[in-house]
């Protein structure tokens, strides 16, 4: 089982994630990206797809044309894990 970040961990972890937001309410972390049309924003969620399925790690995402919009958290560790940042680093190399 992953290990929700937690103090000085967690601060860290969100500092590096500079373009990601922390969702009220939650204990997850949210990007909103906008690409030139759906063909755009539909290859990217393609490459995160096949990433997220690799980790075992699935976002909670939509896409309206040319948006697209991400929630990342771990549900097994009950909030945000290494795996949400490692993904969102990904996500970040993609955008």
């Avoid at 030139?36 to 044309?65: C, I």
């Amino acid at each position: 089982m992953t290990a929700k970040l937690t103090g000085a961990a967690r601060a860290q972890a969100l500092a590096a994630l500079p373009k990601w937001q922390e969702v009220p309410g939650r204990d997850a972390i949210k990007r909103s990206l906008k690409f030139a049309d759906f063909n755009q924003a539909w290859g990217f969620m393609t490459r995160v797809a096949l990433a997220a399925e690799k980790a075992d790690h699935h976002p909670e995402w939509s896409n309206v044309y040319s948006n697209v919009e991400i929630v990342l958290s771990t549900h097994d560790a009950g909030g945000l894990s290494e795996k949400d940042v490692a993904l969102a680093k990904f996500i970040d190399s993609l955008a």
